[in-house]
């Protein structure tokens, strides 16, 4: 029986995660190792009693309580609190999926990959603050890393069988999000609530709004960078408002792969999931007569500078990435509070590699997790100094 682990079981990734398993056979066809979440401790021992799982850990130190009386009975153990995450990733899976949000799952991640067997990473963060780090562990180890990220996961598909020496360029789609053609001058004032509403696809919140700003698909250039080892001007964003194709590789003789499908995690995450098999997936199927067009647009780096940043440290690598990353985590916390504007994001990311770009010099090589994570922290402090400038020049 396979073993599995889901860091993250409780998000958008996590369910859908789950809900394959349960599909699969759950309990019966699957031995689950751990499952962490953070705030919603009813759902996550609801999960790990339904999987019958070793573990179930919470971030939240202060919860401990809680998750021991929701499990009480079950046979499952409960933990809490960063490190316990951590540890929960030195117990083998044969699949681990890695779909913590943020900076935050690196570390299981790494931990994971020691066990020498696959990882599922839907945690692009993870490629951003230490694409080297990561790929070096899997390698020293013989895991696996499967992308899960829709776009990635197509690249992945697109290129099986072929020779990557014959690729000439890599695209990956992106819907635009619900600003897509919003004025700058109605950016600006963009809230909350806008940016949470995506138009095709039902994800964590953060990810939703990161969506609107385009710094996922910023993130998502990066992480296609560091995955597949291409040369930055290899890589391109598109819009493509129906969401419908997921990425395109280009060959040198001129033919594109491109890979459809519905807007469904599912299809990824199966495909991660059921490595190097095909198995059937409970996907929408695509009626191409029913959808008419697919579209596609150039993206425009005045009112996204996201795509233009990421430019950046996709040429720089080094600590860039995860400079990139924690500036724009901060980023987003202030915006999220209503501490910052909508555009302000990319200025305050912008204005915190400057700074970090002339105190520390970014390209220096990230090959510790040490340096990795002060980095991150770093980062995190110049952001929130520098985002008090911006909210007074707001
Ligand atoms: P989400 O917000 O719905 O869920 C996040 C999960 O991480 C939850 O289980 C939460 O409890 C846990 N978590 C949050 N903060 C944590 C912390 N500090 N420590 C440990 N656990 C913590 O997010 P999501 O949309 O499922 O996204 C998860 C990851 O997958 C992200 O890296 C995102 O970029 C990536 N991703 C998501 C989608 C999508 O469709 N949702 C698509 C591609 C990639
Ligand atoms: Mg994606």
Known sequence: MRSISIFGATGSIGESTFDLIVRAGGADAFRT?????????????????????????????????????????????????????????????????????????????????????????????????????????????????????????????????????????????????????????????????????????????????????MFNKALELIETREYFGFDPDMIEAVVHPQSIV???????????????????????????????????????????AKLGSLTFQAPDPERFPALRLSREVMRIRGLSGAAFNAAKEIALDHFMEGRLGFLDMAGLVEATLARLSSETGLGNAATTLEDVLGMDHLARVRANELAKTLQTDR
């Not at 991640?109 to 020498?116: E, F, Q, V």
């Not at 003789?253 to 491109?258: I, P, T």
């Open 246 to 288: 997921h990425a395109l590789v280009g060959f040198r003789d001129g033919a594109v792969m491109a890979h459809l499908g519905p807007p469904d995690m599912r299809h990824a995450i199966g495909f991660a999931l059921n490595f190097p098999d095909r198995a059937a997936l409970p996907v929408a199927r695509l009626d191409l």
């Open 33 to 213: 190792v751990a499952l962490t979440g953070s705030a919603n401790i009813a759902r996550l021992a609801e999960m790990a009693r339904t999987l019958r799982a070793e573990i179930a850990v919470t971030a939240d130190p202060a919860r401990l309580s809680e998750l021991r009386e929701a499990l009480a009975g079950s046979g499952v153990q409960a933990a809490a609190g960063p490190d316990a995450i951590a540890d929960a990733a030195d117990r083998p899976a044969d699949w681990t999926m890695s779909a913590i949000v943020g900076a935050a799952g690196l570390v299981p991640g790494l931990r994971a990959l020691r066990h020498g067997r696959t990882l599922a990473l839907a945690n692009k963060e993870s490629l951003v603050t230490a694409g080297a780090l990561l790929l070096g562990t899997a390698r020293q180890h013989g895991a696996t890393i499967l992308p899960v990220d829709s776009e990635h996961s197509a690249v992945f598909q697109a290129l099986t069988g072929e020779d990557t020496a014959a690729v000439e360029r890599v695209i990956i789609t992106a819907s635009g999000g619900p600003f897509r053609d919003w004025p700058l001058e109605r950016l600006k004032a963009a809230t909350v609530a806008e940016a949470k509403a995506h138009p095709n696809w039902s994800m964590g919140n953060r990810i939703s709004i990161d969506s609107a700003s």
